[in-house]
C-alpha cells in the first residue's frame, strides 16, 4: 500500500486534515506547526487530536510529518534569530509529543555571508540544545535546492549536521526531490546512482519521508521551484520510479506541489494507479 499525503493547512484542526486526507484517497499528511511567519501556534486541541488518533488509526494513517515554519533560520548571522529558530522549534517538539511517534522536518537554513561550516556548527548547537532523550518524535533534515546560502544542498552537508547532533537516533532525513534536483542530483537518470550516494554519505536507513515534487527548473539550477507531478522538469516516469524504488518504496511521500485538494487528489490518483502492490 503506498503511503502518500499532500501538505494539508492547520488551521482547522487534526481532525479535520484526517478528514481532508481521506476524501482524497490519502492516508498520511504534512502541515505546518504554526503559520510560516513563525508566529504564535494554534493551542493544542486534546479533544480534537483524540478524535483524530481514533480516525488516523481506523483507516490505518501512515507516519505523519509535521514542518516547522520555513521561515525559521538556525544558522542566522544575528544570533537573536537564532534564538527564535531554537525556541520556536523546542516548543514545536513539545506540542509533537501529543502525537507521538512522528516526523518533524526542517529546513537547515540559510548561513549568508558566514560560511557552511560556521552554519553547520549553529545547526547542530541548536538540535543538542533542544532534543531530549525521551522525546517520541523524529527530527528530520530536508534535503535542499542551494538557493542562495542554504545549508543542506549537498549530502555531505546533512552528514556534517547529523554528524554533529549527540542525540543521533532522534535525526533523520527528508529527501525532496525536487531540491535535489534542483541542487544537481540526477534524480532522472541515475536514481539508482543517487541513492547509492546517499546511502554511502548519510546512510539509507536515515530517510524517513520524500517530499515528492516535480520541478520548473533544470537540473543544477539552485531555485526550488515546485511543480505538479509530471509538469516539471522531472516529469512523471522519473517520479513513478522514485516511488516504486525498492529502496524508497516503504517510506511515506508528500506532495508540495502548486495545488487544491482537487489537485492532489488526481496525482494521488495518478501515482496510485502507477505503484506497483
Ligand atoms: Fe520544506
Ligand atoms: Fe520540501
Ligand atoms: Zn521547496
Known sequence: MLKIGCHLSVSKGFEAMGKAALSINANTFQFFTRNPRGSKAKDIDPADIERFLALA????FATLLAHAPYTLNACSADASTREFALETMRDDLRRMEYLPGNLYNFHPGSHVKQGAEVGIEQITALLNAILT???HTTVLLETMAGKGTEVGRTFEEIRAILDGVTLSDKMGVCLDTCHIH????????????VLEEFDRVIGLDRLKAIHLNDSLNDRNAHKDRHACIGEGKIGADALIRVINH???RHLPFFLETPNELDGYAKEIAFLRANYQE
Do not use: R
Open 57 to 60: 488509526k481506523e483507516h490505518n
Open 133 to 135: 532523550p525521551d522525546q
Open 182 to 193: 534542483d541542487a544537481g542530483y540526477d534524480v532522472i537518470n541515475d536514481l539508482d546512482g
Open 246 to 248: 525498492p529502496k524508497l
